[in-house]
Each structure stands twice: as structure tokens, then as C-alpha cells.
């Protein structure tokens, strides 16, 4: 048995730890190549940055400073108080994880735990530095400490399987993020080695491709090898392995099931190299779109079925016949 | 054995009875390893270790809650290294009195809401006392318990005179709080200092989840198939003891579950699940009679779940504890427990209370206010160590409002000797120093009444202070109960 709220509070610990750590990637790399390009420029990449990751760009308090490494790493890293940072996606992960402390090994809450005692001193390191490497390094290796209990030590049970929906969901839905972002980038052209790197499968790539890489083949390579555990396709078979786990039957998950094989057969079948830079991005939108929507299906299938204000509605006088 | 060692250096007894130090300065045998140890340990080690504890507490998130002006502080939870221990043959005399009070406590329950009540008729407590408490619950009569466990967790708080002679203080028959610490403190000492567990046997306290989920399957409604489902009902994250409550979900594997979900349906509970409503058998419940459903209780409650009460009429779901329980645990009916016992058990009590004076008896009441400087006042419905007045130290104004408010409501308070609480070592600075205690043992009743090995032990902030309420500043410390050694052959 798992409440359905307990469920929503996985699966969002599961978004939450994947953002938190695919932020901190992004930063890392968008810092080692932005200092080569001119600093005009660079506040447009950074801006490109922010946008990818859906972070507000206006109402942020830059004071006089542009678009800059330091004015970037303080807002996307340690302010809690920006939405999409790294510190408030670690905060609102141990939020939900706090919910379901209970029914998670006791090993995992700890990590966050101490991960997010951790974000405090290391805020104070980066800061002094005007440097974010010790911010990033923290959360990267709290998140992969905390990826390492969830794989070694929580059963496979409809638990787990929210957490890893959750991961796969915000992971297909930051890479075309990312692609998008890439391939709109107006001030310099496609960077197929920042983009791969950002996905972490720049290796994976050069072993199977060489060093020819073209915005189409990278795009292809992140969207649909089924080997490569970040690309969409790999996500969503995943997620789709992990569905069959919370509801065998596929009796109370049909719409997010259906949401699901179509976006993946999309992937597995449709034709992403005709007219390739005429349509990819209105075929990436569109694919963001649908990712988004599947969580909203998932949300309103399993987690709210009846609806928020349903909830305490239903009152029975004791002793009535009704 | 003398103390010599640099962590007992400046110890100097307190008054009342050392649970460690005979009055000559001899360590008590039961002690004597655990003194041997600390001597040792020097301050700066014992520091380091503390620390430990305490990084380890702050990472698992063992704390409380304490409010101040309506805010809430979230603490660690203090724990003191040096342990509290008893003996063997002591435990069973506490085992023993504990479990006949509590016997005799669920006799009244039963006896009150879905008896006689003879208890009442026959003049054992006064009828109107029962009635004017807060905590008799009209809604709870007609409502049947499984083996009439009323109260399926009891915590009684047991205090030392000055001669060592246990009694009780109060009895805690709502939701007694505290047993998560119990186990985690054992968790803890066992990290931070292993090596003074190794001359002794101390019984282990690991087995909690065990025993709790085996009496709430116990008392499962007849409804309920072979393994009935348990959840247990938490007011939420934001409640002073949701550690606890997310603890006792953890080692029974249960789920935690708050007020929205779970929906009564045809007076039977269900919970909202991913696979749609599944039926609930029985409901631990932390949150308090009034917010338990609000189509009965408190209204504006979003804690509870409306229905509940009517499926608990109809007897599909059971509710730990019972509804209505805080008229026995009432300070103004404390004083009629032990005639409770003689009366139910035809038995003599084995802990006795501390002395009573009750307020509406004008011979009490006049000799209590002639010499409440030297007397504690209690109002009787608080809880936590608030309102509480300590006559030698207290202030004439104090004692002075004591008395108006002893005058103008006489139902509401209670007026008791003071009882010179024992001691024992605490670290503090650089030394160790003793501080008064209380021990809060837990009973729990299913098909029959269980006590489980130890409790906790809470100790006063400062030197002299009788206050141990951790929220008002007490730590805690672990408490061994020495293994029965005697069939053990040497």
C-alpha cells in the first residue's frame, strides 16, 4: 500500500535530486566554456543558460553586475530564494523526502541531511573564492551519494519506482531543454561538445562517433539511443518499466501509460531527419510540451484522482442513513 | 571504590538521593563499571563524543520542536552520556506496579464508557470530579474496545524521594511522547562510547516496533482480516514529535498518514492510495480527541477526518488510544488512582502516589495553602511543565497568585509535597555534576499489559533545577535495565 500522496512526494524527491544535480552539471560546464568566449557574449550564453533551465530572468537582483560567472553561480546556486537554483531544488527536495522520511531507508534521509547541512559551508567557501566549485562539487557528490542509497539500499517497490518516474521525467524534460537552448543559441553556433558534456555523454559519443558531430547527430544521439541512460528514449523506456511496477494491470494509469508509448514511439520512429533544421524545433517544442504534459497526467491519474477540493468534502454525520 | 578521577573531580551530591553516590561517597555497585569507565574519559574526550552525538542526531533529524511566543524552534535532541541505570530485581517491582496501575486505569476507562460506572456509584472518585474534566468525552460512551485497552500506551512518569523511593507523578494516558529518544539515545550511546557497554547486560530497546505492532494488531476491529491495516495519524510535518511519529511508522512498517488521507465512506475509514481507497483497520492517532473528526469536534480542524467518529461507533475501525482517555490521566482524578487499584484489582498499589491535596476538600485546602511555600501547585490540565508552581522557588508574588487562582477555581488545581528528585552525573563544563530526574517507563496493552524495558530517563538543565520538561531546556539520557543475572551461572 502507498498513499497517493506519499506517491506525489517521491516523485517529486525524484525531480527535485534530478534538477539539483543537472543544474550543477550545467553550471560546470557552461563556466569552463564561457571563459573563452568575450564577456558580451558570454552574458548572452549565460542568459541562454538560465533560460534552458526555466529560471526567471527577470526580478532577479543582479545589482549594477551583468549577466556574469559570479552573478550567475550566486543566483542559480546558492540562493534558496530563486526558483530553479540548486539550493531551493535541494531544499524542496528534502521537503518531500521529509514527507515520506518514514518509508525511505534511513540512509537516504541522512544524505540529504547532510547535504543540505553541507550547502551552508559550502556557499561560504564558493563565495570567498568567487568561485562555485566547491558549491558544485558538494551537491554533485551529495546527489550521487544519495543516487548510490536509492540504488543499493531502497527495495523495488511503487516507492522507488515514483522516485525514478520522477528522475526520468525532469531528465527527458532538461535535455530537450537543453537541445532547444543549443540550437536557438543566436550568438554563437551549435557547441556540440558543451552540449554533450552537459549531458554527460560526451565520452559515450566519441567512442561511437569520433569527433564528427553535428547539431543533427548529437541531436539524434541525446534523443533517441536507447543505450545512453540520459537520452529521452532511455528515459522513457524507464519510465514506462517503472509504471508497469506501480500499476500492473494498467488499470489506473492508462492515459499517462498511452502519454508515454506515444511520446516514446515518437522517438523510437518518427523521422527527426527530414527537413532537420527547418522543423527540429518546433519538434523539440512540441516534445517538451508532451513530457510536461505527462506529468500532469501522472499527477492527476494517480496522485489527485479526486481533486484537491474533494478532499475533506465528503462528511458523513455519524449515525446517518445517507 | 572512592571517585578519583578528573570527570568526578568537583562532584558534590545533590540533596535528595544520588541514584550513583551512597551519602559516604561509595559508588553504588550497580555503577561501579560505568563510574570506573568515565574516570577514564576526560572532559575533552567526553566533549568530542558528545559531539558526535549530536552531528549524528542533527543528520538523522532526531529533534523537537519548541514553541516560544507561538514560534517554533527546532532543536537536536540533547542526549547525556552517562547513563542511567537500574537493576534487575528494581525493574521488576516498577514492571510490576506499573502494569497494575495501568490495569486498574483501563478498568476505570471501560468501567466509565461502556459500563456502569460503578466506580462512580460506589464513591471510589467523585462523580462530579469525572464529569467537570476536560477529558471525560461524552462521544466515547458505547464506543467498545478490543480487551478493553483504553489505553494502549500509557508513559508514567516515576520520581525518586529522598530516600530512593520511586513514585508516581503523573500519568500519561493521551499520546505519551518520547519513546523514538528511548531508542535512539541507546542507538546513539552505543556509537559514542561502546566500550562501557562491555562489563554489563542491559536489555535491548530495539524491539519497540515489534511489541507496538503486534498490540495494535491485537486490537484490531473483528472486521479487519489476518493482517489488519495499521497507519498511524500525524498532525504533519510541522508537529513538535513528527520524528516520532515518522519513527514508529518506520519500525512497524506502516504508513504515515495525516487527516486528508483518509475518507469515511459508509461509516468505514479508507485511505487514499494510488490503487484508489483501501480499507483501514486501525488509526495510532497523535493528534488529540478534539481534531480527531470534525463533523463532532473542532470544526475548523483540517487535522482529522470527517466521519470518523461514526465508524468508530459502528466498530469497523480502532482507535489507539481511545477516545475520552484524558479523564483518567485528569491531575484532579491522579489522586484517586490508588483506591482505583484497590478497588478494581483488590490489590494494594505498588507505587504509590506522590502526596495529594486535593482542593475541594476544605481540610486539605486549608492545611496545603497554609504551607504552599513548601508545597508544588499544579494546574491540572496542563501539560509540559507549564503552570507549575514550586513553592521554595518561588517568588512571594507567585505564590501570592497561586493562591487567588487556588480560591477562584479549586477544580483546577493541585497542590503536592515536594518531591526532592533524584540525582544523577551529567556532564556540564568541564565536569560532571549532578541533576535531578525522572524516568517516563512505557506500557502498552493489547491482549495483555506489556512494560517495556527502560524509558526515559529526562534530566534538569541546571544544577538544583526539578524541571526536566524537555521543553523547558531538560536533556535526556539513555536507561539501562541490567539483565536478570541469576540464572546465568558465573
Request: include cysteine; proline fraction near 4%; charge should be negative.
Amino acid at each position: 500500500m502507498i498513499l497517493a500522496r506519499h506517491a506525489e512526494s517521491l516523485y517529486w524527491t525524484g525531480r527535485y535530486l534530478e534538477r539539483a544535480e543537472v543544474t550543477s552539471r550545467w553550471l560546470d560546464v557552461a563556466s569552463r566554456f564561457n571563459a573563452h568566449v568575450l564577456p558580451e557574449d558570454g552574458a548572452a550564453e549565460w542568459q541562454g543558460l538560465m533560460r534552458a533551465l526555466g529560471a526567471p530572468l527577470l526580478g532577479a537582483d543582479l545589482g549594477d553586475g551583468a549577466f556574469d560567472q559570479a552573478a550567475v553561480s550566486t543566483l542559480l546556486l546558492a540562493d534558496p530564494s530563486t526558483v530553479g537554483s540548486v539550493s531551493s531544488a535541494i531544499e524542496a527536495l528534502r521537503d518531500n523526502l521529509r514527507v515520506v522520511r518514514d518509508r525511505v531507508p534511513v540512509e537516504l534521509w541522512e544524505e540529504v541531511n547532510r547535504l543540505h547541512f553541507g550547502l551552508e559551508q559550502s556557499a561560504t567557501a564558493s563565495r570567498q573564492d568567487r568561485a562555485h566549485h566547491h558549491f558544485s562539487r558538494t551537491v554533485r557528490e551529495g546527489c550521487q551519494a544519495i543516487s548510490g542509497v536509492l540504488s543499493e539500499s531502497m527495495m523495488r517497490d511503487e516507492g522507488h519506482a515514483f522516485i525514478v518516474i520522477g528522475q526520468m521525467i525532469e531528465r527527458s524534460i532538461l535535455t530537450v531543454g537543453l537541445l532547444r537552448s543549443a540550437l536557438t543559441n543566436t550568438v554563437t553556433s551549435f557547441d556540440s561538445d558543451r552540449v554533450l558534456r552537459s549531458s554527460s555523454a560526451l565520452q559515450s559519443y566519441r567512442r561511437l562517433h569520433g569527433h564528427r558531430a553535428t547539431s543533427q547527430s548529437v541531436t539524434s544521439f541525446l534523443l533517441r539511443t536507447p543505450e545512453l541512460p540520459r537520452s529521452v528514449l532511455s528515459c522513457l523506456l524507464n519510465a514506462e518499466r517503472r509504471l508497469n511496477v506501480v500499476d500492473p494491470g494498467s488499470q489506473r494509469t492508462a492515459q499517462t501509460r498511452r502519454l508515454a508509448g506515444r511520446i516514446r514511439s515518437g522517438l523510437e520512429f518518427g523521422d527527426f531527419d527530414l527537413d532537420f533544421d527547418d522543423r527540429i524545433i518546433s519538434l523539440l517544442t512540441d516534445l517538451q510540451q508532451d513530457l510536461w504534459r505527462l506529468g500532469d497526467t501522472l499527477s492527476s491519474e494517480i496522485f489527485r484522482p479526486l481533486g484537491e477540493p474533494l478532499l475533506h468534502a465528503q462528511y458523513i454525520r455519524p449515525g446517518l442513513e445517507r | 571504590m572512592s571517585f578519583l578521577g578528573r570527570l568526578f573531580d568537583q562532584y558534590r551530591r545533590a540533596e535528595g538521593f544520588d541514584e550513583a553516590f551512597r551519602s559516604d561517597g561509595t559508588v553504588r555497585p550497580h555503577y561501579e563499571q560505568v563510574v570506573r569507565s568515565f574516570e577514564e574519559i576526560d572532559a575533552d574526550e567526553l566533549r568530542r563524543m558528545e559531539g558526535v552525538v549530536a552531528d549524528e542526531f542533527r543528520r538523522l533529524g532526531i529533534t523537537f520542536t519548541v514553541y516560544n511566543d507561538d514560534e517554533g524552534i527546532e532543536r537536536t535532541w540533547p542526549i547525556d552520556l552517562f547513563p542511567r541505570i537500574i537493576e534487575a530485581a528494581e525493574w521488576k517491582t516498577l514492571e510490576t506496579g506499573l502494569k497494575q496501575r495501568v490495569k486498574a486505569l483501563n478498568f476505570f476507562l471501560s468501567d466509565l464508557y461502556v459500563g456502569e460506572g460503578a466506580a462512580l456509584s460506589d464513591g471510589v472518585v467523585p462523580e462530579w470530579v469525572v464529569k467537570s474534566s476536560q477529558g471525560f468525552e461524552r462521544n466515547a460512551f458505547g464506543i467498545q474496545v478490543p480487551y478493553g485497552a483504553h489505553c494502549m500506551i500509557a508513559g508514567i512518569d516515576l520520581v525518586r524521594d529522598g530516600a530512593g523511593k520511586y513514585a508516581v507523578l503523573e500519568d500519561n494516558l493521551r499520546n505519551p511522547s518520547g519513546i523514538s529518544y528511548v531508542v535512539e539515545n541507546r542507538a546513539a550511546m552505543v556509537k559514542a562510547i561502546p566500550r562501557i557497554f562491555d562489563d554489563h547486560t542491559v536489555e535491548p530497546v530495539d524491539q519497540y516496533g515489534e511489541m507496538l505492532r503486534h498490540a495494535l494488531e491485537a486490537v484490531a476491529p473483528p472486521t479487519a482480516n489476518e493482517r489488519p491495516t495499521i497507519v498511524i495519524l500525524t498532525p504533519g510535518v510541522y508537529n513538535a514529535a513528527y520524528f516520532e511519529h515518522a519513527f514508529l511508522a518506520r519500525s512497524m512498517g506502516v504508513e504515515l498518514v495525516e487527516g486528508q488521507d483518509l475518507v469515511v465512506d459508509d461509516q468505514v475509514v479508507y485511505a487514499r492510495t494510488i490503487h484508489g481507497s483501501l480499507p483501514v483497520d486501525v488509526i495510532y492517532r497523535r493528534i488529540d480527541d478534539n481534531f480527531l473528526d470534525p463533523v463532532a469536534f473542532e470544526a475548523s480542524s483540517s487535522l482529522g477526518v470527517p466521519g470518523l467518529l461514526g465508524a468508530m461507533r459502528a466498530g469497523t475501525v480502532t482507535v489507539c488510544n481511545a477516545l475520552g482517555n484524558g479523564v483518567a490521566d485528569d491531575k484532579a482524578v491522579y489522586p484517586y488512582v490508588p483506591d482505583m487499584i484497590r478497588y478494581y484489582l483488590n490489590e494494594e498499589p505498588i507505587l504509590p502516589n506522590v502526596e495529594t491535596y486535593v482542593m475541594w476538600d476544605q481540610d486539605q485546602k486549608a492545611e496545603a495553602l497554609d504551607r504552599l511555600d513548601q508545597l508544588v501547585t499544579k494546574p491540572v490540565a496542563e501539560s509540559g511543565g507549564y503552570g507549575i508552581v514550586i513553592g521554595p522557588h518561588a517568588s512571594e508574588t507567585e505564590l501570592e497568585g497561586a493562591r487567588k487562582a487556588i480560591e477562584e477555581d479549586p477544580r483546577n488545581w493541585i497542590v503536592q509535597e515536594v518531591v526532592q528528585l533524584s540525582s544523577l552525573a551529567c556532564l556540564s563544563e568541564s565536569h560532571l555534576e549532578p541533576r535531578h530526574l525522572d524516568l517516563r517507563p512505557f506500557v502498552l496493552t493489547g491482549e495483555r499489559t506489556e512494560v517495556f524495558p527502560g524509558g526515559l530517563t529526562r534530566v534538569a538543565l541546571e544544577r538544583g533545577s526539578l524541571v526536566v520538561n524537555s521543553s523547558q531546556g531538560g536533556g535526556s539520557k539513555d536507561t539501562w535495565i541490567l539483565a536478570d543475572q541469576t540464572e546465568v551461572p558465573a
